[in-house]
Structure formats: structure tokens, C-alpha cells
């Protein structure tokens, strides 16, 4: 019985006789393990088989922790729990003042300054501004549309011209910069939610700059 | 069914004289703590029918008894075996010379004081409540010493071995040597020196558990089982190049699937989960295992072959009971299954596949082929060598149906009593004894013309 004949699934007999010596198995094993198959007519089936059977088991696995592991929350125990706490479901929105800074400073602050004291007789300020500190409707408004003409803000009159910078941007990121200028430079109004801009954005619908006029028909300036 | 064909030859037999005094300590310890253990259950098994049966004194109640039972299994017969088949095993392998061979002495008698200690503190009542890790802390110093004594020498032996082709057994020995002392001293600090708070114990001790079955006794039989496959069929193990894939994944799934058994635990889901697929995977290996097993012995009519020779018809039961053990772990690890059968005598039945009908098979099988050639002398008894098999066979097959059936019909509400094993105990008992006189008459017939000692 030669060796050649035999595929490598199958064992071979490295010597004559029942038992064999340990170094004489070791060394027909490590033939086995260096040694290349040698090229032949048809192929064995076994490696492939094996291959595609482990291959369907990694699927199995990976699908399995998909569905079984609730995104590998360290704090989901049971499988049968309802899906939201089980999956995180969608998170409700909290205002981000850092992230409000963050878009103010890049948004805004060319025009009303990284202090918010604006720039007198051009930007008027929003530290300290009625305007900014009353109604949420009509702080939202403004940035959401702009407006442009003749201004008061705290006894002060300009005349600018401020864009729809708010057109631009998500309602979650309007909601965030208009809730970090209400709590800045000692401004002390509540803070705004994304569904509160997402409520106005569709109210008002795409149009052009307010006047200071027409705002303040709609909201007027509360008296402290 | 004789060891007729045993020849020693020169080389083998300084290697095997080198091992020879350790080795048979091993092997008499483990002895005796076998047939301790199986009187112990014996009366377990009685008392689960008759609960009255010494349950008058409080030392020979029920629970202390169990615990008794299950540590000088584990710790008395299967590790005190798997000491001395490993370093016997992997000297052989090596063609490793033992110099020292007073050390490893030194750390089975540690051992197995530290052993007899503990299993004394058990029976006064003194111990913990998590299995396996029942005996009072302060032993498991003295066993880690023992241990790190008596169990590192493979791991010497491998650093000595002459350059060339590594086998298959010496992964397996290897691995199991370093997963063991990680294992325990791991899991003696994080449950009984200073416990890991809540859940996490329970984690912590569901990981020790499957590693010292999985890792430690199953990785160690493993490795004597691709040994003696090939040296006494005289062939080369089949699809060899699938072992190496075998290896790594058993080693790498096998620790994961502890968490399986804590299904609908207050663990992490996930945890859970990957304990589900790990136990799955573990068929990976075990697919690989038997085709190399079953692939080289069945070739060329060679069941038959095997079934006439000692030590293979040992191997041949125990290689059966892994495929069963690991396809009923892998479909009993799933949620919809796993529901049905926890906490019911199914899971002893499980372990028992595990520990009995495949580890300590191959502890038989391999302790028919390795005494004669530490000892110098024959087996008695051909007569007490199959009176062995059948009542082990025969015991082992029985304890099975009565305890993977009952824990189905436990789990599905068809009934509310525990089993009976006191049948399949018995016939262990009677097993075990005639494999005893069988070992001891061949440990004193050489005691009687040498000197050596062993543990008594």
C-alpha cells in the first residue's frame, strides 16, 4: 500500500505491524501537515464541505447576535422586553448648548459678535435683548426668515439686514443655536425643542425677510 | 484483550522510567479517590429514592455527601489521572528525560493532602454553595502550589522538545496545562478571596465550570485520544491538516459558552447571546474531531479492529459520547430547548457524557495502555478487564437514558420525581473495583520488588 494512492482525508499506514513508534508517528503526521498534495484526477469532497458547512455556521452566528444581542447594550437583559428599550428606540431631542455655541460662533457671530454685544449702529446686541429673551415664536421666526429695517433694541435703532441664515439648517441645529443665545452673556429665557422650529418652519413656509414691524404684530415686545 | 503485543524498547523505556515514580502516584491516587467516589454515589443515589438513608447524622446528609461526590470526582480521579496521562504523554512525545521528578511527587501528595483537607472540611459541613469551589478558600493556595508541582512538567517537556513537527496531542496537553492554573486562580480570587459583586459571580463561576470541563479535562482527553488512535491502529490520523483548524476553535469558542448556561440570568443579553453562539460553534471543532477520529478508525474495517483491542475499545465508547455530548450541547444550548431542560436531571446527564462517558473512558482506555509500561507488569485479570467495561458500559448507557429522558419529561410536565441512578451506580461501583484490584495488583506487584511509595 503506497502512499501516493491515497487522498489526505485518509490515513495511511506510515509502517508494518500494530503499533508504532511515538517519533515514527510524529513523523508521518509532520508529513502530512508540510507535504503538498500532489495533483490529481478528481478532488475530494471533504474540504469544501467542511468549508461551506463552518461558512454557514459564521453566517448563522453573525445573524443570531443581530437579532439576539439588542445592539450589545450593557443594560438590555431580556429578550422578550419591548422593542424601544431594546433598541435604544429614537432618542427624544435635548437642547445641546455646546453644540448651540459651536453653530453660533460660525453662524452668527461674524455679525453680533462672539460676546453677543453685536456692533453698535450696525448689528444690534442680543445679550440682554428683549427680542431675543421673550417669545420663543418670534426669535425662531427671525432666524428662520431674516428680517430687515429699522430696529429698537434696547433703546438703540439700526437699520441691518440679517439673512434666512436659519433656511439653511436643521431644525434640531436652529433649535440649539436659538436656545444657547437665550442662555448666554446672562440671558436667562427656557430653552427651544427641534418639534417647537419644525412647528414654525411649516407655519411660516418659505418666504421672504420680516420687518421689524410685522414681527412685532405677531409678538409683541413683552414689558417686564 | 491482553497487552500481548507490549515490547518495550530501549529508548521508550528510559523516558517511561523517568516518568514511571510520578506517574504511578498519580494513577494510585486517582484510583482510590474513583472508588471513594463511587461508594460516595452509591449513597447519594440510595438517598434520592430513600431519604431517611443516613440521614441521621448530620455528617452523611445528602448535600454534604453530593458535594463530596462531585469534588473527589473532579478533582480526586479525573485531575489525578489527567496529572500523570499528560505528563506520560507528553514525555513520550518529547522523548523528554525526567530529572526531577521528586517535584512533581512533591505536588501530588500536596495535592492530594490539600484534596483530602478539603474533602474532609466538606463533610463537617464547612464549605461554599457554588459547585466545584466547595471546599473552604485556604485550600486553594496549597492546590495551586500542588498543582503548579505536579502539572507543569508537559509544558517543561514541550520546552525541551527535540525541533521538528509538533502533534496534534501536544497542542491539546499544552493548552489544557496553561488553562487550568489561569482558570482557578482566576476564579478562587474573583469568588471566594475577594468576590466580584453581583451577577458577575455567577458569570465568574459558570466560566470556571466550563473551563475546567471543557479545557481541562476534555482538551487533555482529546489529546490522548489523537495519541492513542494512530499508535495502536498503526495509521496516520485522517484529513490530519483539519486538526490545527479543530485546535483553534475549540480553544476559542469553549471558554464562550459558559453564559449559555445562564439563560435568562440578569446578565447583559448579549452575553447571553454569544454564549448561545459559541456553544453552537463548539460543533465546528467537533465536526473536525470526528472525522479525524472516526475517519482514521473506521477505514479499512478498523472498528472492528478497534473494538478487539483494549485501550481503543475504551477510546471507541468515549469518542461516541463526545458526538452525542456535543451535538445534544448545541441544540440544548438554544433558547426554545434550553427552557425546557434547565434545571431538570438532564444537565447531570449532559455532564456526566462529558466527564464520565468521554474523559474518563479515555482515562480507562489509556491507563490499560500506560500502567503495564510504568510498572513493568501485566494486568492480572483479562476477565476483571471486560467485567470493567461492560458494568462502566453498561452503567454509563443507562444513567444516560434515565437521565437525559427524565429531565425532557421534567421539563415538558410530564413528571415531577427525580430519577433513580442507583442501578447505573451500582454497576460503576462494580466496575470500578475490579478496575482497582486489576491496577493496584500491577502497582504492588512492582512495590513489591522495588521500593517506591505511593500515595496511600
Known sequence: ?224 | MSQDSYRPSFTLSRVDASVAQPVRLFFASAFLWLILASIVSVITAIQLKDNSFLGGCSLTTYGRLKALEGNLFAYGWVTNALFGLNLWLMSSLTRFEFKNAWLANLGGVIWNLTLTYGAIQIVLGNMNGLSLLEMPKEVSLASFVGFLLAALWPAVAFSRRPTGHVYVSQWYILGSTFVFPITFALTHLLVLWCPAQGVLQALVHSWFYQNFHLLWFASSAIAAVYYFIPKESGRTVAAYYLSTVGFWTYFLFASWTSPASLLGSPLPLWIQSVGVVASLLMLIPLVILSINFLGTLSWNRGLSQSWNNTTLRFVLVAIFALILWGALFAVFSTRGFNAVVRFTSFNVGLEHLLSYSFVSFVIFGATYFILPKVTGSFWLSPKLVHLHFWSSAIGTVSLLVITLVAGWQQGSGLRTDWPSGIFPAVLFLIGHIAFGINAFGMLTAKLSSGHESTHA
Open chain 1, 1 to 224: 500500500m503506497t502512499d501516493q494512492h491515497h487522498s489526505s482525508d485518509q490515513p495511511r499506514r506510515p509502517s508494518a505491524g500494530d503499533s508504532v513508534s511515538d517519533s515514527r508517528l510524529v513523523e508521518a503526521h509532520s508529513h502530512l501537515a508540510r507535504d503538498k498534495e500532489e495533483p490529481k484526477e478528481g478532488f475530494s469532497l471533504l474540504p469544501i464541505v467542511v468549508v461551506f458547512i463552518f461558512c454557514g455556521f459564521g453566517f448563522w452566528a453573525g445573524l443570531y447576535l443581530t437579532r439576539n444581542a439588542a445592539g450589545f447594550s450593557p443594560s438590555a437583559f431580556d429578550l422578550n422586553a419591548p422593542r424601544e428599550v431594546a433598541n435604544d428606540g429614537p432618542k427624544a431631542f435635548e437642547p445641546d448648548l455646546a453644540k448651540g455655541e459651536k453653530l453660533f460662533l460660525q453662524q452668527c457671530a461674524s455679525c453680533h459678535q462672539a460676546n453677543g454685544l453685536g456692533v453698535p449702529g450696525a448689528f444690534p446686541p442680543l445679550a440682554n435683548s428683549a427680542w431675543v429673551k421673550g417669545s420663543e415664536d418670534r426669535i425662531i421666526k427671525i432666524v428662520l426668515a431674516g428680517i430687515a429695517g429699522e430696529i429698537e433694541v434696547n433703546g438703540m435703532k439700526y437699520n441691518g439686514n440679517m439673512p434666512n441664515i436659519g433656511a439653511g439648517l436643521k431644525d434640531a441645529q436652529v433649535a440649539n443655536i436659538v436656545s444657547y443665545v437665550r442662555s448666554a452673556w446672562g440671558n436667562h429665557a427656557d430653552p427651544v425643542m427641534d418639534t417647537k422650529v419644525a412647528e414654525i418652519r411649516k407655519a411660516i413656509g418659505s418666504r421672504g425677510q420680516y420687518s421689524p414691524k410685522e414681527i412685532l404684530e405677531q409678538h409683541p415686545l413683552e414689558t417686564k
